[in-house]
Nanobody, 124 residues
Framework: QVQLVESGGGLVQAGGSLRLSCAAS????????MGWFRQAPGKEREFVAA????????DYADSVRGRFTISRDNAKNTMYLEMNSLKPEDTAVYYC?????????????????WGQGTQVTVSS
């Protein structure tokens, strides 16, 4: 089992920045590829970014590429999502997730550990 806890969400104005963290406990964090997903009210959960177990490979949704940066610190068992130039359409609950079968993947069904989510609200 891997337990994941997100933090760092909040209310920010458009154009602002936030840094989300995902703290992992349980099994060896560095064995897992990680991902960030988000879900806005009335919408499907969507992929945001993913990172391989070593951090050497990353992938981003087109909607966030160039604005968001995913990273991880295996010594601290923590993954991050640096979000810059935030837009109102980035408003959602953000979830971190872990999987051990793929280098990086944007498919949420391939992740089997999920955090409880953290709310990000971007005002216009």
């Amino acid at each position: 089992q891997v337990q994941l806890v997100e933090s760092g969400g909040g209310l920010v104005q458009a154009g602002g920045s936030l840094r989300l963290s995902c703290a992992a406990s349980g099994r060896t964090f560095s064995n897992y590829g990680m991902g960030w997903f988000r879900q806005a009210p009335g919408k499907e959960r969507e992929f945001v970014a993913a990172i391989s177990w070593s951090g050497s490979s990353t992938d981003y949704a087109d909607s966030v590429r160039g604005r968001f940066t995913i990273s991880r610190d295996n010594a601290k068992n923590t993954m991050y999502l640096e979000m810059n130039s935030l837009k109102p359409e980035d408003t959602a609950v953000y979830y971190c997730a872990a999987q051990a079968n793929f280098l990086v993947t944007m498919n949420p069904s391939r992740y089997y550990y999920w955090g409880q989510g953290t709310q990000v609200t971007v005002s216009s």
